[in-house]
């Protein structure tokens, strides 16, 4: 059962937002594609052990604090006998194991996955303790690239690579024991701990004025739109879609961009820059959102 589901974190749903808007540096472009390959990697890991027929309670990208210590678990699954912690790593290409040290094959030093695993397990191991619960926490590396290769790799270490993940999955689904509450408890209790909001983030520095206006097309991403009555067509890929859902789309990724902005008829009108008329806003705006206040005054959550 998933008790918690893994969506696009706010970092990466804003840089996607800030790439087509912005002009990133290259460091900041290359930061945006490690979040979405490793975004890509969990999910392909969520697909695998969502197939998992033994009782168990699935919670997916929490991120825990204990003692003043923020720690982030990409994926925990918690059975009858044990609590697993699993760093999900989507590598491609070799690389090379060296005295507890992880290489690119061309000798460019990573950071070892092991050392967050291990780091988040033992925080996670006092947190549940403090709060009275004692559970067996095994943690792994799930390589989860079928394209990744990694020469040198220790047997004694808690690495499970692309060929090893169905026949470790089989193993977790022998277990037929059934769930208790305390297991349901403490899954409850992570939940309640998650934390929404990263102190990791990296999202660069920006304001309303150095962004580019429009509509984005919602297939493309092309800013090459034209309204054509009731439609917003694409012209680069043909892609339609009604206004009021193109604009109530541009609405939400306003309120994502500036969370402490209020969202008034003259600003949409600006931000969407295509819709010719600002009565269309308002209309859409108070079919789909509150209106507070009145007049000039007025805005929309």
Known sequence: MIIKKRFKSKELLIMELLEKRMNLSTQQKSYLQSLERGYRGEVL???????????????NDLLLN???????????????????????KNYEGDYIYESDRLFTISKKEIINPLHQLNRSKFLLQQLILEQGYSFNIEAFVIFINPNFTLYQAPLNKPFIFPTQINS????????????????????????SLHIYDSPYSQIPDYNYEQLKKGITCHQCESFSLK???????????????????????????FKLLFPDKLIT???????????????????????????????????YE
């Open 227 to 253: 309204i054509d009555g009731k439609l917003c067509i694409c012209q680069s890929c043909g892609y339609k879609e009604s206004v009021t859902t193109a604009i109530t789309r541009s609405v939400e990724e």
């Open 66 to 88: 204990y003692n003043n210590t923020t720690f982030q678990i990409d994926s925990l699954l918690i059975t009858s006998n044990q609590v697993n912690v699993f760093e999900i």
């Open 265 to 299: 008829t003259n600003i949409i009108y600006e931000w969407c820059k295509i819709i010719n008329s600002k009565k269309r806003i308002q209309r859409t705006l108070a079919s789909n959102y509150k209106k507070v206040g009145n007049n000039k005054w007025a805005y």
């Open 45 to 59: 890991f969520d697909n695998l052990i969502e197939t998992l027929h033994c009782e168990c309670l699935i919670l």
């Open 168 to 191: 470790f999955l089989n193993k977790l689904n022998q277990n037929r024991a059934q769930l208790g509450e305390r297991q349901k408890q403490l899954a409850k209790l992570l939940l």
